[in-house]
């Protein structure tokens, strides 16, 4: 069965610190790219940014990184740093071009 599956959110304090992980199952997660994305109730998923790049969204830019083994799962995203509105519901979605796999999301809540 093919599977992907986040882990990690919590409820965690402005200005600390948070790594969610991306785990696959059913399929080699070596050969996709893996993207996380975030999204808020009533907003548009927004890409966070994407493993092998060093592109990540203005909004998370040299707080948050994304990192993989290509060798064995999974594939972290590191937040530092981290704000009230980065409260959101957090996603990775694995991509070869021809197939598509997502999550199904692991809550990050960051609040005082």
């Known amino acids: 069965q093919v599977q992907l599956t986040e882990s990690g959110g919590a409820l965690v304090q402005p200005g600390g610190s948070l790594s969610l992980s991306c785990a696959a199952s059913?399929?080699?997660?070596?050969?996709?790219?893996i993207a996380w994305f975030r999204q808020v109730p009533g907003k548009e998923r927004e890409v966070i940014g994407c493993?092998?790049?060093?592109n990540y969204a203005d909004s998370v830019k040299g707080r948050f990184t994304i990192s993989r083994d290509n060798v064995k799962n999974p594939v972290y995203l590191q937040m530092n740093s981290l704000k009230p509105e980065d409260t959101a519901v957090y996603y990775c979605?694995?991509?070869?071009?021809?197939?598509?796999?997502w999550g199904q999301g692991t809550q990050v809540t960051v609040s005082s």
């Open positions: 979605n694995a991509n070869d071009g021809l197939f598509e796999f």
């Open positions: 493993s092998g790049t060093t």
């Open positions: 059913g399929f080699r997660m070596s050969a996709y790219a």
